[in-house]
């Protein structure tokens, strides 16, 4: 492959996996994958939390990609392109570390961005940690961020359906 096109390659499975995470995170972290994920929505003084196990299944999608284009492993069958996936799909986990778990939840470090898409993201994903349970929500990505207005609003709606219970705080 060319170095171009492997670039592209491993940009393209970056932007994939946002729409992976997202997917994810709507239909399996808040569906059947709950018992997962609900320690991360509870307020909780240990260092790690059930909700990392998904960290491990991102590991697990990037290696078998790095096995499937490796030759050493494959021989002849190797796939290239597969290597390249499994790269993008490391990157990601990387982002996703840095972002969600860093500046969202301040597990590595404390920083709190006052303007820009920091900013946004930030309070993007408070918005999705405003429902009690795994019913509604909004800002189910980890790195786009839409308009926390439009969200608030959204929540809002979700609340007056019955469909998703707000905490007190944002009830107004």
Same mark, same amino acid.
């Given at each position: 492959?060319?170095?171009?096109?492997?670039?592209?390659?491993?940009?393209?499975?970056?932007?994939?996996?946002?729409?992976?995470?997202?997917?994810?995170?709507?239909?399996?972290?808040?569906?059947?994958?709950? %018992? =997962?994920? +609900?320690?991360?929505?509870?307020?909780?003084?240990?260092?790690?939390? +059930?909700?990392?196990?998904?960290?491990?299944?991102?590991?697990?999608? $990037?290696? %078998?990609?790095?096995?499937? /284009? $490796?030759?050493?492993?494959? @021989?002849?069958?190797?796939?290239?392109? @597969?290597?390249?996936? /499994?790269? #993008?799909?490391?990157? !990601? #986990?990387?982002?996703?570390?840095?972002?969600?778990? #860093?500046?969202?939840?301040? +597990?590595?470090?404390? =920083?709190?961005?006052? +303007?820009? !898409?920091?900013?946004?993201?930030?309070? %993007?994903?408070?918005?999705?940690?405003?429902?009690? /349970?795994?019913?509604? /929500?909004? $800002?189910? #990505?980890?790195?786009?961020?839409?308009?926390?207005?439009?969200?608030?609003?959204?929540?809002?709606?979700?609340?007056?359906?019955?469909?998703?219970?707000?905490?007190?705080?944002?009830?107004?």
């Amino acid at each position: 492959m060319s170095t171009l096109a492997i670039i592209a390659l491993v940009l393209a499975t970056v932007v994939a996996m946002e729409l992976v995470a997202w997917a994810s995170h709507k239909y399996v972290m808040h569906g059947f994958g709950w %018992a =997962w994920h +609900r320690d991360h929505h509870e307020p909780h003084d240990n260092l790690l939390e +059930r909700n990392d196990l998904f960290a491990i299944v991102g590991a697990a999608m $990037s290696i %078998a990609m790095f096995a499937i /284009g $490796s030759p050493m492993i494959l @021989g002849e069958s190797a796939w290239e392109p @597969g290597t390249w996936i /499994g790269l #993008g799909i490391l990157f !990601y #986990g990387i982002i996703y570390t840095l972002v969600h778990d #860093g500046l969202v939840h301040q +597990r590595y470090f404390r =920083w709190v961005p006052r +303007r820009g !898409y920091a900013k946004r993201l930030v309070q %993007a994903h408070k918005l999705h940690h405003a429902t009690i /349970g795994k019913e509604g /929500g909004v $800002s189910f #990505g980890f790195v786009f961020a839409r308009d926390p207005a439009k969200l608030k609003v959204e929540l809002k709606a979700q609340r007056e359906a019955g469909v998703a219970v707000v905490r007190d705080a944002l009830v107004d």
